[in-house]
């Protein structure tokens, strides 16, 4: 870059240079022709007074041709009556270019060369109607040459001395804006991106800010997915120790009550039903362990096939409540649900997990004699859900957790309440994938309240 800048700035200063030269070569070349000109057009108003033979006589014609000047009288009809360089000419000079525009226009210029002298000339022409004669005066030109000659040596003076001072300008330049591209790169290597964001400090280009605060932004960015990645990580991580151990769980007592009927240590009929329903027990929650897990992957990676279908939501409602009613008779509950009747359009396996999940969980973590208020209504276009129980309630410290998987809130009590520690975890994908929102308000000993808001709704109930 350092260098593509000085070339850059060297070839923009030979190219200013030569057109800077050219139209100054050009200024002066029209100059001087009009100089020469005038010079010859005023020469002949002096010769215009003379005689040819005062011309012979005063040998200024001789003069004249020391200094280099041509003189040469002509007819009207071409003849040449004089020259100063030529004894004799008997060629007629009508129609040399100059003597036409003479005795068209009384004067006339060309520079050509002259096939007389055999080099070119730059000539003038004034025709005198009265004696019908043209006085035309010449003067060798050797044009370009002429001119180069007198400018080539300031020429190449100039641009050796104009060339170093712009060398050293464009080099010293080129350092001030090279520097701070070197002290990024110095910066960015310098700093571990996992860990610290990138700063830089503030220069005199404007045009640096954007990059480097596109830098930064990015640097706090990587940072950010840095340690969403760790969070990730160790979320997996206790994912599958959790998944492991509570499958764990259900295998050993498999294994031990099948080893107790296999070794027949165990002979009374009743205690061999009770391992053996223990044992069934045991798969049933080892089976909604799996489904529940399968479900959250399918619905993290988007790849479960959903199955749309217009739900009577009341309907379901009352349906997981009375699968529960064991379960709320056992702790001697108190369920008041307020329903309204209409229809959504969703899967039923999404809404009814969402009902049986945060439902079962105000059954299982309420105390005897507790209260669960459901409501269920249509919120604009929302379909909206809650669950209100007065059970043991949630600590503070536990309320940001308690949608993770197998997250259990009271790890002594949890150990004698059946459940896989998934319920939330799926009812927080759930609503998720239909983008919706879920709120949980909770207290210690007072009880819990989650809301779902589903934008599901339809607002008639189809015919088909």
Not at 97 to 117: F, L, N, P, Y
Not at 186 to 202: G, M, P, R
Not at 309 to 337: A, C, G, W
Not at 402 to 417: A, G, L, N, W
Request: with cysteine; glycine share 4%; aromatic share 10%.
């Amino acid at each position: 870059m350092h260098k593509k800048i000085v070339h850059s700035f060297l070839m923009t200063f030979l190219i200013s240079f030569t057109l800077g030269f050219g139209l100054l070569y050009v200024s002066l070349y029209k100059a001087s022709i009009a100089q020469d000109r005038g010079y010859l057009f005023d020469t002949v108003k002096l010769i215009k007074n003379l005689e040819i033979d005062e011309l012979n006589r005063t040998r200024l014609g001789d003069t004249f041709k020391s200094e280099g000047i041509r003189i040469t009288i002509i007819k009207r009809d071409g003849k040449v009556l004089y020259d100063n360089y030529k004894g004799k000419i008997t060629e007629k000079h009508l129609q040399r270019e100059e003597v036409k525009q003479a005795i068209a226009e009384d004067t006339g210029t060309c520079i050509r060369h002259s096939d007389t002298m055999q080099r070119s000339y730059l000539y003038v022409a004034d025709y005198e109607s009265d004696n019908q004669t043209i006085v035309r005066l010449a003067m060798p030109f050797d044009g370009l040459s002429q001119s180069i000659s007198i400018l080539l040596a300031p020429f190449i003076f100039s641009i050796c001395i104009s060339f170093m001072v712009v060398f050293i300008l464009s080099k010293r330049m080129a350092d001030e804006i090279v520097e701070p591209f070197q002290d990024i790169t110095n910066t960015i290597n310098s700093t571990n991106i996992s860990e610290d964001v990138l700063s830089f400090d503030k220069y005199d280009y404007p045009e640096l800010y954007k990059i480097t605060d596109a830098l930064t932004n990015m640097s706090m960015e990587n940072k950010k997915y840095l340690e969403r990645l760790g969070k990730e990580k160790k979320v997996r991580q206790e994912f599958f120790s959790n998944a492991s151990h509570e499958l764990k769980t259900p295998l050993t007592s498999i294994r031990g009550y099948t080893e107790l009927i296999r070794s027949h240590t165990i002979q009374d009929s009743a205690q061999i039903d009770t391992c053996l329903d223990c044992v069934l027990k045991e798969s049933d929650h080892m089976t909604q362990l799996i489904n529940d897990i399968l479900t959250i992957s399918k619905l993290e990676t988007e790849e479960m096939q959903v199955t749309y279908s217009h739900i009577q939501v009341k309907k379901l409602l009352d349906s997981v409540v009375e699968t529960l009613k064991p379960q709320i008779e056992e702790m001697d509950l108190k369920v008041y649900v307020n329903a309204t009747d209409f229809t959504v359009f969703a899967s039923l396996d999404h809404i009814k997990g969402i009902f049986y999940n945060l439902i079962s969980n105000a059954i299982k973590y309420n105390k005897s004699n507790g209260r669960i208020d459901i409501e269920l209504k249509k919120n604009q276009k929302n379909m909206y859900f809650s669950v209100e129980d007065t059970g043991i309630g949630i600590a503070k410290k536990d309320q940001e957790r308690i949608f993770q998987r197998f997250y259990r809130v009271d790890k002594q009590r949890s150990k004698t309440i059946p459940g896989t520690g998934l319920g939330l975890s799926i009812v927080k994908h759930v609503v998720y994938y239909y983008e919706g929102k879920v709120h949980l308000t909770s207290k210690e000993n007072i009880g819990t309240k989650i809301v779902v808001e589903l934008p599901i709704i339809v607002k008639e109930i189809p015919e088909n």
